[in-house]
T-cell receptor, first 118, second 111 residues
Framework: GAVVSQHPSWVICKSGTSVKIECRSLDFQATTMFWYRQFPKQSLMLMATSNEGSKATYEQGVEKDKFLINHASLTLSTLTVTSAHPEDSSFYIC???????FGGGGYTFGSGTRLTVV | KQEVTQIPAALSVPEGENLVLNCSFTDSAIYNLQWFRQDPGKGLTSLLLIQSSQREQTSGRLNASLDKSSGRSTLYIAASQPGDSATYLCAPPRGYNKLIFGAGTRLAVHP
């Protein structure tokens, strides 16, 4: 199947700073990518849908000004956590529909980014 | 709104047992349902995808069934091995392409 590369795998930042997380589709084009957040021992919660060339759509309760999403090309989406606070510490994962998986109906996930805000 | 429940929440078994992991969802108007595994601190690995027109899918020792009308899917793991230890997540979509996840079943298979 296709590969989604996520970088960095972990990051520690100071409270009040911003952190950017990259999600790249390595061997396919992804017009749509998805960003999830996962707190310890909890499930993945969809944060937003990243649309190439247009604005992201955010799930209810997710602050769009805090979690900035940019999908400037068909292979790259970025999530920027602005003015990070300790409560933003979490595991962030991106995904994209994999055209080669299960007849194009499957999704491939990045390896995730562990964000710790101190 | 799609809500997903997975039972049991955790499972600890000796090696070799056949296992049943259950997933129920509230919105049965789904195109497909995908099962994933997640190792601690890692991303998700896709296991199986069942199309809405199918009743089951098999991959090696894994078999997943889908009953749309009752909003249920079951993942069977045959002859479990320590390497199967992970969290198993089911994900029916909400709408066309937004995967909604259950809390998962944490599986521990001990030698």
């Amino acid at each position: 199947g296709a590969v989604v590369s996520q970088h960095p795998s972990w990051v520690i930042c100071k409270s009040g700073t911003s952190v950017k997380i990259e999600c790249r589709s390595l061997d396919f084009q992804a017009t749509t990518m998805f960003w999830y957040r996962q707190f310890p021992k909890q499930s993945l919660m969809l944060m937003a849908t990243s649309n190439e060339g247009s604005k992201a759509t955010y799930e209810q309760g997710v602050e769009k000004d805090k979690f900035l999403i940019n999908h400037a090309s068909l292979t790259l989406s970025t999530l920027t956590v602005t003015s990070a606070h300790p409560e933003d510490s979490s595991f962030y994962i991106c995904s994209a529909r994999d055209p080669g998986s299960f007849g194009g109906g499957g999704y491939t996930f990045g390896s995730g980014t562990r964000l710790t805000v101190v | 709104k799609q809500e997903v429940t997975q039972i049991p929440a955790a499972l600890s078994v000796p090696e070799g047992e056949n296992l049943v992991l259950n997933c129920s969802f509230t919105d049965s108007a789904i195109y497909n349902l995908q099962w994933f595994r997640q190792d601690p601190g890692k991303g998700l690995t896709s296991l199986l995808l069942i199309q809405s027109s199918q009743r089951e899918q098999t991959s090696g020792r894994l078999n997943a069934s889908l009953d749309k009308s009752s909003g249920r899917s079951t993942l069977y793991i045959a002859a479990s091995q320590p390497g199967d230890s992970a969290t198993y997540l089911c994900a029916p979509p909400r709408g066309y392409n937004k995967l909604i996840f259950g809390a998962g079943t944490r599986l521990a298979v001990h030698p």
